[in-house]
């Protein structure tokens, strides 16, 4: 399917599972525990972190009771969270933000989570210089589905309706659908950190689905 939208209207985009699979950030972030401990545990366990957090288990608590090293857990949480990611763009996300601007239309982001965390994924996939505006829930003080993140966008472009391109059912989408905004859903690859529930109410839908952001088409 092509969707294909207005480029009149002020695009807004999430961050995790939309322009980027979270996922990668997690093993990313295993990678770089693991290569820490490497000398202290005599091997490098970044796989068997990755597969024990597909099983569901508990990561540190499975490696701090297999494993003799010095490193305090508090520690390692921080690592995880703050670490420089070895991520990439999702298929079709740099072409699109491209796109936009060369047709020059105003684009934000708007992500939760911590801010050095989100700031250093941004780095990472080198797309924070496309933005005209970034909202980072620890930045501004409130988390998505808050109407006053979306607000802040509607303030910000002075414009009564824009477009939101995200993935979290649960979140993304019941307020910008309150605000008469345009909803665009991003549909599970099948490797989303929060799988996604269809049968939820009309209101935490989004009015389109896609598969990938290659099916957006700007006139």
């Known amino acids: 399917m092509i969707l294909e939208l207005n480029t009149q209207n002020f695009f807004v985009f999430d961050l995790d599972d939309t322009l980027y699979k979270e996922v990668d950030f997690l093993k990313s972030a295993y990678r770089h525990i693991a290569a820490k401990l490497e000398k202290q545990i005599g091997k490098n366990i970044s796989t068997e972190m990755i597969d024990l ?82 909202l980072i829930s620890e930045e501004f003080g409130s988390e998505k589905p808050n109407p006053q993140n979306f607000q802040h966008f509607m303030q910000f472009a002075e414009a009564d309706k824009c477009i939101y391109i995200g993935d979290n059912f649960k979140k993304d989408f019941i307020s910008p659908n309150k605000l008469g905004w345009q909803t665009i ?35």
Do not use: C
Request: net charge negative; glycine share 6%.
């Open 53 to 134: 957090w597909y099983a569901g288990e508990s990561v540190f608590d499975v490696i701090k009771e297999k494993y003799t090293f010095e490193e305090d857990m508090s520690n390692l949480v921080s690592e995880y969270r703050f670490h420089k990611p070895d991520i990439s763009l999702s298929s079709g996300a740099l072409a699109l933000i491209k796109a936009l601007r060369e047709r020059k239309v105003s684009i934000g982001l708007m992500t939760d989570g911590r801010s050095k965390s989100q700031r250093n994924k941004l780095s990472a996939l080198g797309i924070e210089k496309y933005f005209h505006e970034i």
């Open 185 to 219: 859903g991003l549909l599970d690859d099948g490797n989303n950190i929060h799988k996604q529930d269809l049968t939820l109410g009309k209101e935490y839908l989004p009015q389109h689905l896609i598969n990938s952001l290659q099916e957006i088409n700007l006139p």
